[in-house]
C-alpha cells in the first residue's frame, strides 16, 4: 500500500482468514468496522444510525442527530467525547479537565519496531501505524498494528506522546479495543485460585459491563489476561470466535460493555485502578501489546492460531522449540531440609531411571531453612550443600544437568538484605506492611534494586555450569508505595515494578541464552504471553494431582502452547488434595507438557522405578509430537466423565487421556479423533489395528473398559506410507 493509499479513507488489515477494516469518517475520528471473516467488500453497509435520545454529538456535527459517539463503533474510543461507554483513554490535562479529541493525521508503514521495556511479538512484517492527534492539548496518539498472516493474528498496541507544553496524566491507557456492533456472544474466561488456576466458565455477554481483571501487580491465578468471544452455536470445530490475549505480566483489565443498544465493545490494556502516568512534555508512554486471533473453525482453530503465534512469534529462547530434558525437582521430597549428601542420594537414583536434570529447589541460599528466612541472601549455604560446584560436579558425574530455583522479586525480614536495605521493600510510609508468606517484595520499580538482584543471580550463573532456572514469585502485591517517586506519581509504581521484573529476565535470559528459564509464581499465577517473552514455559500450577492438571491444563490450552507447560509426576497422596492416583495416570497427565518429576525416587521400590524409567524412555520418544504437533481437546472435562487429548504432527498421532469414573454395567465410550487427513490410514501401534482417517474422526475409538477410577489410556497411531492405504 503506497503512501497515498494509506492516507485515503479506508483501511483493511488481512491475515489468511482474517480482515479488519476500519476508516476514518468525514470528521476524520477513526471509525471500526468489521473483524471477523473476510468478505471481499466494506462492510460498513452494515452499519447505520439514527438518532438516539441522550447521545449527544460532536460539534462539527452540528444538528445531526443521527452522529453520535455513543453509539457509533470505534478504534479508539476516549473519555470526554459523549461517548459513555467504556473507553480506551482517559487523559487528566493539566487544567484538570478530561477530555480529549483525536482526530486522524495520518498513516505510514514501517518496520516493526521493539517496544522499548516490554515484551513484544517480533516478525519480518511492517507495522500500520496510524498517527491521530488532539490539537487543543498536543497530544498525539499513534497506533500500531502488526499482521501475522499464517497464524490469523492481528497485534495492537499505542504510543501517547505530549506533544504540548503542560504536563499530562494518563488515567488509562489501553493497549486496544474491539467494538463487535450488534451480536449475541458468550465469553469464555478463566478464573481460579491459586492450586486451581485457569478454570473454563463461558457466559453469555449480557447488558452492562463485565470486567476480568486483577489488581495484584501480576497476571495471577484468579484471572487470566485473555478471554474469547463466540457465537452460542460455536464448538470446538465450528463457527465464529475471536480470541483477545494481553502480553502483559501486571494489573490487567478486559472489560466488556454490551450497551443501550445491545451492541458489545471489549477494551483490554493495564488496569486503570491502580494506574496513572504523568506525561511530561517531551514524553512518551508505550502501553503493552494486544493479540488478536478470529477462526470460523471453531475454538479448536482459534488454540491453534495462538500456539503457533506464542511460539513462532513470542518465545524467544533458542531452548524454545528444542525438545526438553526430563526433570527431577527435590521441592516434595525434602522441602528444606536437605544435605548435600541426600541430594546426591536422590540424583544417584533419579539418574539410574534416566532423569536428564536434577533441580535443587528452595533452600540452597543464605539462611534457609524455612520460609520466613533467608530470602534475599544469594549466596551459597555451604553450612547446608558445602560447595555448590561441587554438587553441581556430582550431579554431572551421574550424567545430568543441573537447574536451581530463585525468587529473586522477594525478601524475608529475617535476612541481612534486609537488615543492609529497609528501605528496598515496598512498604507505606509510617504503616506496618502486608505480609503474605512471611515474606516482602523488593521494590522493582527502583532500578537500584533490580541491579544489585542481577549482579547477584548473574555471579551465581556465571560461576557455575547451570543448565536450568526456576524464577518464582511466592505472593501478590500490596502495600504499593516507591520512595523513588513523588506523591502526584505513585499510581505509576505498579507498571513500573513490571518494567523492573521485564528488566532484570530481559538481563539475564540475554546474557545466559543457553541456560532454559522457567517462571513460575507460586504455580500459574502469572503464566501469560508476557514472560513466555523471555522464559519458554512456566510452571502451571502448584497443583501436581493428576485429575485437577486435567483441568488446569485445559483451561491453559486454550491460549498457550504445551511446550510451555510446565508438568511433573509427583509423589501420593497427593500434597495438595490426598488423592491417591496410580503412577501411570500421574504421568499420562504430566506428559500433556514439559513432562518431570516432583517426588522422593529412594522411597520407590524396584517395579516403581522401573515403571518409571520406562515412563522417560517413552516420553523421550514421543516429545517431539507432543510439545511441537498440533494439541486438539477431545473432550469437556467440566461435562463429560473423562479428559482426552490428541497431539499430531502428521506422521504420527497420539491420544491422551484419563477417565474419571467407571460406572458398573456401562458400555465404553467412543470418542472422535480431530484433524486427521481423511484418506490416510492409521496404525494402532498397540493393537495393530488400521483405522481410516474417516473412521478415526467420525466413529472414534472406544475408550478402555478395565475397572477403576482415573484410568490412564494412551492411543498412538502412526500413519502407513501410501502404498498402505487401501480403503
Not at 444538528?63 to 473507553?87: A, H
Not at 554431572?396 to 521493600?425: A, T
Given at each position: 500500500?503506497?503512501?497515498?493509499?494509506?492516507?485515503?479513507?479506508?483501511?483493511?488489515?488481512?491475515?489468511?482468514?482474517?480482515?479488519?477494516?476500519?476508516?476514518?469518517?468525514?470528521?476524520?475520528?477513526?471509525?471500526?468496522?468489521?473483524?471477523?471473516?473476510?468478505?471481499?467488500?466494506?462492510?460498513?453497509?452494515?452499519?447505520?444510525?439514527?438518532?438516539?435520545?441522550?447521545?449527544?454529538?460532536?460539534?462539527?456535527?452540528?444538528?445531526?442527530?443521527?452522529?453520535?459517539?455513543?453509539?457509533?463503533?470505534?478504534?479508539?474510543?476516549?473519555?470526554?467525547?459523549?461517548?459513555?461507554?467504556?473507553?480506551?483513554?482517559?487523559?487528566?490535562?493539566?487544567?484538570?479537565?478530561?477530555?480529549?479529541?483525536?482526530?486522524?493525521?495520518?498513516?505510514?508503514?514501517?518496520?516493526?519496531?521493539?517496544?522499548?521495556?516490554?515484551?513484544?511479538?517480533?516478525?519480518?512484517?511492517?507495522?500500520?501505524?496510524?498517527?491521530?492527534?488532539?490539537?487543543?492539548?498536543?497530544?498525539?496518539?499513534?497506533?500500531?498494528?502488526?499482521?501475522?498472516?499464517?497464524?490469523?493474528?492481528?497485534?495492537?498496541?499505542?504510543?501517547?506522546?505530549?506533544?504540548?507544553?503542560?504536563?499530562?496524566?494518563?488515567?488509562?491507557?489501553?493497549?486496544?479495543?474491539?467494538?463487535?456492533?450488534?451480536?449475541?456472544?458468550?465469553?469464555?474466561?478463566?478464573?481460579?485460585?491459586?492450586?486451581?488456576?485457569?478454570?473454563?466458565?463461558?457466559v453469555p455477554v449480557t447488558n452492562g459491563i463485565t470486567e476480568i481483571s486483577s489488581k495484584r501487580t501480576s497476571s495471577s491465578h484468579q484471572h487470566n489476561p485473555a478471554v474469547i468471544f463466540k457465537n452460542p452455536t460455536t464448538t470446538e470445530?465450528?463457527?465464529?470466535?475471536?480470541?483477545?490475549?494481553?502480553?502483559?505480566?501486571?494489573?490487567?483489565?478486559?472489560?466488556?460493555?454490551?450497551?443501550?443498544?445491545?451492541?458489545?465493545?471489549?477494551?483490554?490494556?493495564?488496569?486503570?485502578?491502580?494506574?496513572?502516568?504523568?506525561?511530561?512534555?517531551?514524553?512518551?508512554?508505550?502501553?503493552?501489546?494486544?493479540?488478536?486471533?478470529?477462526?470460523?473453525?471453531?475454538?479448536?482453530?482459534?488454540?491453534?492460531?495462538?500456539?503457533?503465534?506464542?511460539?513462532?512469534?513470542?518465545?524467544?529462547?533458542?531452548?524454545?522449540?528444542?525438545?526438553?530434558?526430563?526433570?527431577?525437582?527435590?521441592?516434595?521430597?525434602?522441602?528444606?531440609?536437605?544435605?548435600?549428601?541426600?541430594?546426591?542420594?536422590?540424583?544417584?537414583?533419579?539418574?539410574?531411571?534416566?532423569?536428564?536434570?536434577?533441580?535443587?529447589?528452595?533452600?540452597?541460599?543464605?539462611?534457609?531453612?524455612?520460609?520466613?528466612?533467608?530470602?534475599?541472601?544469594?549466596?551459597?549455604?555451604?553450612?547446608?550443600?558445602?560447595?555448590?560446584?561441587?554438587?553441581?560436579?556430582?550431579?554431572?558425574?551421574?550424567?545430568?544437568?543441573?537447574?536451581?530455583?530463585?525468587?529473586?522479586?522477594?525478601?524475608?525480614?529475617?535476612?541481612?538484605?534486609?537488615?543492609?536495605?529497609?528501605?528496598?521493600?515496598?512498604?507505606?510510609?509510617?504503616?506496618?506492611?502486608?505480609?503474605?508468606?512471611?515474606?516482602?517484595?523488593?521494590?522493582?520499580?527502583?532500578?537500584?534494586?533490580?541491579?544489585?538482584?542481577?549482579?547477584?543471580?548473574?555471579?551465581?550463573?556465571?560461576?557455575?555450569?547451570?543448565?536450568?532456572?526456576?524464577?518464582?514469585?511466592?505472593?501478590?502485591?500490596?502495600?504499593?508505595?516507591?520512595?523513588?517517586?513523588?506523591?502526584?506519581?505513585?499510581?505509576?509504581?505498579?507498571?513500573?515494578?513490571?518494567?523492573?521484573?521485564?528488566?532484570?529476565?530481559?538481563?539475564?535470559?540475554?546474557?545466559?541464552?543457553?541456560?532454559?528459564?522457567?517462571?513460575?509464581s507460586g504455580g500459574g499465577g502469572r503464566f501469560d504471553a508476557g514472560m513466555l517473552y523471555y522464559m519458554p514455559q512456566i510452571w502451571t500450577s502448584d497443583d501436581t494431582d493428576?485429575?485437577?492438571?486435567?483441568?488446569?491444563?485445559?483451561?491453559?490450552?486454550?491460549?498457550?502452547?504445551?511446550?510451555?507447560?510446565?508438568?511433573?509426576?509427583?509423589?501420593?497422596?497427593?500434597?495438595?488434595?490426598?488423592?491417591?492416583?496410580?503412577?501411570?495416570?500421574?504421568?499420562?497427565?504430566?506428559?500433556?507438557?514439559?513432562?518431570?518429576?516432583?517426588?522422593?525416587?529412594?522411597?520407590?521400590?524396584?517395579?516403581?522405578?522401573?515403571?518409571?524409567?520406562?515412563?522417560?524412555?517413552?516420553?523421550?520418544?514421543?516429545?517431539?509430537?507432543?510439545?511441537?504437533?498440533?494439541?486438539?481437546?477431545?473432550?469437556?472435562?467440566?461435562?463429560?466423565?473423562?479428559?482426552?487429548?490428541?497431539?499430531?504432527?502428521?506422521?504420527?498421532?497420539?491420544?491422551?487421556?484419563?477417565?474419571?469414573?467407571?460406572?458398573?454395567?456401562?458400555?465404553?465410550?467412543?470418542?472422535?479423533?480431530?484433524?486427521?487427513?481423511?484418506?490416510?490410514?492409521?496404525?494402532?501401534?498397540?493393537?495393530?489395528?488400521?483405522?481410516?482417517?474417516?473412521?478415526?474422526?467420525?466413529?472414534?475409538?472406544?475408550?478402555?473398559?478395565?475397572?477403576?477410577?482415573?484410568?490412564?489410556?494412551?492411543?498412538?497411531?502412526?500413519?502407513?506410507?501410501?502404498?498402505?492405504?487401501?480403503?
Open positions: 500500500m503506497t503512501n497515498e493509499q494509506l492516507n485515503q479513507a479506508e483501511f483493511e488489515l488481512q491475515t489468511k482468514n482474517s480482515s479488519w477494516q476500519f476508516k476514518r469518517d468525514p470528521y476524520q475520528i477513526l471509525q471500526h468496522v468489521w473483524y471477523g471473516p473476510k468478505t471481499g467488500m466494506d462492510m460498513s453497509y452494515l452499519q447505520e444510525w439514527h438518532d438516539t435520545g441522550f447521545s449527544g454529538q460532536i460539534s462539527d456535527a452540528g444538528n445531526d442527530r443521527t452522529y453520535s459517539l455513543d453509539t457509533r463503533m470505534q478504534e479508539i474510543p476516549v473519555e470526554g467525547t459523549g461517548d459513555y461507554r467504556i473507553n480506551s483513554l482517559a487523559i487528566r490535562h493539566a487544567d484538570g479537565s478530561i477530555a480529549s479529541d483525536l482526530r486522524f493525521k495520518s498513516a505510514d508503514h514501517q518496520a516493526k519496531q521493539p517496544l522499548k521495556g516490554l515484551p513484544h511479538s517480533f516478525s519480518e512484517s511492517e507495522n500500520l501505524n496510524i498517527t491521530l492527534m488532539d490539537e487543543t492539548s498536543q497530544l498525539e496518539v499513534v497506533l500500531h498494528y502488526s499482521t501475522f498472516e499464517e497464524c490469523d493474528v492481528i497485534a495492537r498496541s499505542m504510543t501517547i506522546t505530549n506533544k504540548g507544553d503542560q504536563p499530562v496524566f494518563i488515567e488509562t491507557a489501553d493497549s486496544a479495543s474491539l467494538d463487535f456492533g450488534l451480536q449475541d456472544l458468550e465469553m469464555i474466561h478463566f478464573y481460579g485460585r491459586h492450586n486451581m488456576e485457569r478454570e473454563y466458565q463461558c470445530t465450528s463457527g465464529n470466535c475471536w480470541g483477545i490475549m494481553l502480553m502483559y505480566s501486571g494489573s490487567f483489565a478486559i472489560r466488556t460493555e454490551k450497551d443501550q443498544h445491545n451492541q458489545i465493545r471489549v477494551s483490554a490494556g493495564i488496569n486503570p485502578d491502580t494506574f496513572e502516568w504523568k506525561l511530561e512534555p517531551g514524553q512518551s508512554f508505550q502501553t503493552p501489546e494486544a493479540i488478536f486471533s478470529f477462526s470460523n473453525q471453531g475454538l479448536s482453530r482459534l488454540s491453534k492460531n495462538f500456539h503457533q503465534f506464542i511460539r513462532d512469534h513470542v518465545m524467544r529462547s533458542p531452548l524454545a522449540k528444542k525438545n526438553k530434558p526430563v526433570l527431577l525437582n527435590n521441592w516434595e521430597a525434602t522441602y528444606f531440609t536437605f544435605t548435600k549428601e541426600k541430594l546426591l542420594e536422590i540424583a544417584k537414583s533419579a539418574a539410574e531411571m534416566g532423569i536428564d536434570l536434577f533441580v535443587l529447589d528452595d533452600g540452597w541460599f543464605g539462611k534457609r531453612d524455612s520460609d520466613m528466612e533467608g530470602l534475599g541472601d544469594w549466596d551459597v549455604n555451604k553450612e547446608k550443600i558445602g560447595d555448590l560446584g561441587e554438587l553441581i560436579d556430582g550431579i554431572k558425574k551421574l550424567g545430568m544437568q543441573f537447574g536451581l530455583w530463585i525468587e529473586p522479586e522477594m525478601v524475608s525480614e529475617d535476612s541481612d538484605l534486609y537488615r543492609n536495605h529497609p528501605d528496598w521493600v515496598i512498604q507505606m510510609p509510617n504503616r506496618s506492611p502486608i505480609r503474605n508468606r512471611y515474606q516482602l517484595v523488593l521494590d522493582f520499580s527502583n532500578p537500584e534494586v533490580v541491579d544489585y538482584i542481577y549482579e547477584k543471580i548473574s555471579a551465581i550463573l556465571r560461576a557455575h555450569d547451570i543448565s536450568y532456572v526456576k524464577w518464582d514469585m511466592n505472593r501478590s502485591l500490596s502495600d504499593l508505595y516507591t520512595k523513588t517517586l513523588p506523591a502526584d506519581r505513585q499510581k505509576e509504581m505498579a507498571h513500573r515494578y513490571v518494567l523492573g521484573v521485564y528488566d532484570l529476565a530481559n538481563r539475564l535470559t540475554e546474557e545466559f541464552p543457553e541456560i532454559l528459564f522457567e517462571a513460575c493428576a485429575k485437577e492438571r486435567t483441568k488446569i491444563q485445559f483451561g491453559t490450552s486454550f491460549f498457550y502452547p504445551v511446550s510451555s507447560m510446565g508438568a511433573h509426576v509427583s509423589a501420593v497422596p497427593n500434597h495438595q488434595t490426598g488423592r491417591i492416583t496410580s503412577l501411570q495416570t500421574r504421568a499420562t497427565a504430566a506428559m500433556a507438557g514439559t513432562f518431570g518429576y516432583e517426588l522422593d525416587p529412594t522411597s520407590f521400590d524396584q517395579e516403581e522405578k522401573d515403571l518409571i524409567k520406562e515412563q522417560i524412555a517413552h516420553f523421550h520418544d514421543i516429545q517431539n509430537t507432543i510439545l511441537n504437533g498440533e494439541y486438539d481437546r477431545l473432550s469437556h472435562p467440566y461435562k463429560d466423565s473423562y479428559s482426552a487429548w490428541q497431539f499430531n504432527d502428521g506422521k504420527r498421532v497420539i491420544v491422551h487421556g484419563i477417565r474419571y469414573e467407571k460406572r458398573p454395567n456401562s458400555l465404553r465410550q467412543p470418542i472422535e479423533l480431530r484433524n486427521l487427513n481423511e484418506d490416510q490410514m492409521y496404525k494402532e501401534t498397540k493393537s495393530g489395528m488400521v483405522f481410516s482417517g474417516k473412521a478415526l474422526m467420525n466413529g472414534g475409538i472406544l475408550l478402555p473398559g478395565e475397572l477403576g477410577d482415573n484410568y490412564p489410556f494412551e492411543f498412538i497411531f502412526e500413519a502407513l506410507p501410501e502404498k498402505n492405504n487401501q480403503n
